[in-house]
């Protein structure tokens, strides 16, 4: 099976988590999965994710997973942004 991709979401609440939350760094430098699955990231997810979110160790500075989440944030804005609104018009014939 190919590696499974935490959903926007749980990314979000991860590096929310990864940004702010002491208690919850340290269980996730001891044991990824479990912090995974306090997320509520479903247990298939878990255990087909890349090998590098599974990976216990030293965490980067809270500093850094509160700028990838901002940019995680900024790109979906972007991407709602850029949407473009559908604008459907009927032609029934000459007017």
Known sequence: MTDSKLSREHS???????????????RYEQAPAAALAELGVPPA????VTTNCRVSGTLAEKAAFAQARQQLLAAGA??????????????????
């Open 45 to 48: 997810t878990i255990t087909h």
């Open 78 to 95: 972007e991407a709602c942004v850029q949407m473009a609104v559908p604008d459907p018009r009927l032609d029934f014939g000459k007017p």
């Open 12 to 26: 979000l609440a991860l590096l929310h988590k990864l940004a702010t939350d002491d208690g919850f760094r340290i």
